[in-house]
């Protein structure tokens, strides 16, 4: 980045090297790679994903952070939601649910992050929702050799940190309020379709070693175990904060950090 000095501007370049790599990785090999093209790599790439697959994506954004089942056993539908709502298996909505809700709170720990000052951080992380890591790490190589920010930019990131702050609060309560409920589903919903408890362990060794979709995400799941602490860190370097080890513990470490390091009072432990 610009206005560091060289050793440390090398070290950004590399580590933009490494994050661009990754992405390539990540890309070529889960979301572009033919069917056994690779060892390691169960399923179907993009330009050859089954329409029954797509058709299962798109029927569990209906059960999107299981708004609509909620609202259905009160009594209450949703307009523009299909009756009855598309049911699959309860594994496969509590994998897709808890991922989009890791993603979903990573806004908060971006908008906070002056290091990607100048860049369209709502815009990418937007994007990031759809697909995650393909765009998350190309997302932090720029961001290893963005500018330095501006004294202009670091005053108008304080002035918005409050709103950031509450945003961080609000995220990590819905966070955690979809990862309990996940791990709830994947556990107890749909017994019709899923079975006792091992029946659904089972079938998530399966899932996830056969379908291109469920490997990507628990690929996803590994590599936000590794950028959360990451990210973290730097904002804890940034504000001053004492470093907090909850960061290390992958998700609901996020959904604790975002409530008690906000630097809002309510429910903070300072």
């Known amino acids: 980045g610009k206005g560091l000095p060289p050793r440390q501007e090398k070290r950004s370049n590399v580590a933009s090297?490494?994050?661009?790599?990754?992405?390539?990785?990540?890309t070529s090999a889960?979301?572009?790679s033919p069917p056994d093209s690779l060892p390691f790599v169960p399923g179907?790439?993009?330009?050859?994903?089954?329409?029954?697959?797509?058709e299962e994506?798109?029927?569990?954004s209906?059960?999107?952070?299981?708004v609509a089942p909620a609202l259905q056993s009160l009594g209450i539908d949703l307009p523009l939601v299909p009756q009855p709502l598309p049911a699959y298996h309860p594994v496969n909505e509590a994998l897709f649910n808890l991922v989009n809700a890791w993603s979903l709170m990573f806004l908060p720990l971006l908008l906070r992050d002056t290091k990607s000052e100048g860049m369209n951080k709502t815009g990418w992380w937007?994007?990031?929702?759809?697909?995650?890591?393909?765009?998350?790490?190309?997302f932090l190589a720029l961001r290893a050799v963005n500018s330095e920010p501006t004294v202009a930019q670091v005053k108008a990131s304080r002035d918005k940190s409050g709103n950031h702050k509450l945003l961080s609060k609000s995220f990590g309560v819905i966070g955690a309020v979809v990862g309990a409920?996940?791990?709830?589903?994947f556990a107890f919903a749909r017994p019709e379709?899923?079975?006792?408890?091992?029946s659904r362990v089972e079938y998530f060794e399966r899932y996830a070693t056969t379908d291109r979709v469920a490997f990507a995400f628990c690929v996803d799941l590994c590599l936000y175990s590794i950028w959360q602490p990451f990210l973290i860190s730097a904002v804890e370097r940034d504000e001053g904060l004492t470093p907090d080890a909850s960061k290390f513990v992958p998700f609901f470490g996020l959904c604790k950090w975002l409530q008690t390091s906000s630097g809002l009072k309510l429910f903070d432990k300072r």
């Open 17 to 26: 090297l490494g994050f661009a790599l990754a992405a390539a990785v990540y």
């Open 181 to 185: 409920a996940s791990l709830w589903w």
């Open 193 to 198: 379709l899923g079975g006792d408890l091992a």
């Open 44 to 54: 179907e790439g993009l330009f050859w994903i089954k329409p029954e697959t797509l």
């Open 126 to 138: 937007s994007v990031q929702m759809f697909l995650t890591n393909a765009v998350l790490m190309p």
């Open 30 to 32: 889960l979301i572009l």
């Open 62 to 66: 209906f059960n999107f952070f299981y």
């Open 57 to 60: 994506i798109k029927g569990s």
